[in-house]
C-alpha cells in the first residue's frame, strides 16, 4: 500500500480482556517496528521485525504483550489480559532494510477500562 | 546512554514569526538524528534527517535543522511559522539495531 496501515484506529476493551492490533506495512519495506505512546512515558520502543531476523523483543514491557510477523509483512500485535496502565497509542513503522528513519502508521487508540 | 533531550514543553510563537525547537543529544559516536512532527491524531511525519556531511539540513514544509557535535544539539528551524505548523515535534536519534530514541517532544502553538 502507499503508507503504514493500521487498524483498528480506537478499540476500547475490558480490563482483562485480549486485543489484537494489526499493521500492514509498505509494500517491500522489510524492518517493522511497534512503539507506544502514552501519557508521561513518551514514544517507546516495543518491538523490531528485520526480515527472517529473529525479532528484537527488548522492549516488551511483559509477557503479557507478544507480536508475530507473517509472511514478512503483516504484523499482529497482541496483549493479553489487558490492564488499565495499557492504555496508550500504538504505533507502527516499517522501512526498507539499512534505512534510517521509518514511515509510521496513524496508531491504534487503545482504551482499557 | 544514548538519550535525546527537548528542554521545552511548550512553545507558543505568533504567525509568520521565527521558530527555533532545541534538542541535545548524548550518543558515543556519530549520531543519526531525525525531526518528527504529530498533528493531533495522527502518526508520526518525518520532517528531516541527518546522518553526515553538511550540517544544515532541509526538509519538508520549510523546515532545516542544524547539527553541532561542539553542543550535542540538533535544532530544528522555520524563518516563518504558519498556523498550520502548530503539532508536536520530536527530536530522534538512531541506535544501533535500528531502535529509534525519541526525546520526550515539543508542542508548538501558533497565536494568529
Known amino acids: 500500500g502507499a503508507g503504514v496501515s493500521q487498524s483498528p484506529s480506537n478499540k476500547v476493551t475490558e480490563k482483562g480482556k485480549d486485543v489484537e492490533l494489526r499493521c500492514d506495512p509498505i509494500?517491500?519495506?522489510?524492518?517493522l517496528y511497534w512503539y507506544r505512546q502514552s501519557l508521561g512515558q513518551g514514544l517507546e520502543f516495543l518491538i523490531y521485525?528485520?526480515?527472517?531476523?529473529?525479532?528484537?523483543k527488548s522492549g516488551l514491557p511483559s509477557d503479557r504483550f507478544s507480536a508475530e510477523r507473517t509472511g514478512g509483512s503483516v504484523s499482529t500485535l497482541t496483549i493479553q489480559r489487558t490492564q488499565q496502565e495499557d492504555s496508550a497509542v500504538y504505533l507502527c513503522?516499517?522501512?526498507?532494510?539499512?534505512?534510517?528513519?521509518?514511515?509510521f502508521g496513524s496508531g491504534t487508540r487503545l482504551t482499557v477500562v | 546512554a544514548q538519550s535525546v533531550t527537548q528542554p521545552d514543553i511548550h512553545i507558543t510563537v505568533s504567525e509568520g514569526a521565527s521558530l527555533e525547537l532545541r534538542c541535545n543529544y548524548s550518543?558515543?559516536?556519530?549520531?543519526?538524528l531525525f525531526w518528527y512532527v504529530q498533528s493531533p491524531g495522527q502518526g508520526l511525519q518525518l520532517l528531516l534527517k541527518?546522518?553526515?556531511?553538511?550540517?544544515l539540513v532541509q526538509g519538508i514544509k520549510g523546515f532545516e535543522a542544524e547539527f553541532k557535535r561542539s553542543q550535542s544539539s540538533f535544532n530544528l528551524r522555520k524563518p516563518s511559522v504558519h498556523w498550520s505548523d502548530a503539532a508536536e515535534y520530536f527530536c530522534?536519534?538512531?541506535?544501533?539495531?535500528?531502535?529509534?530514541?525519541f526525546g520526550a517532544g515539543t508542542i508548538l502553538r501558533v497565536k494568529s
Open positions: 513503522a516499517s522501512s526498507f532494510a539499512g534505512d534510517y528513519g521509518y514511515t
Open positions: 509494500s517491500g519495506h522489510t524492518a
Open positions: 521485525f528485520q526480515g527472517n531476523s529473529a525479532p528484537d
Open positions: 550518543y558515543g559516536a556519530t549520531p543519526y
Open positions: 541527518y546522518f553526515s556531511g553538511d550540517t
Open positions: 530522534a536519534l538512531q541506535k544501533y539495531g535500528n531502535k529509534l530514541v
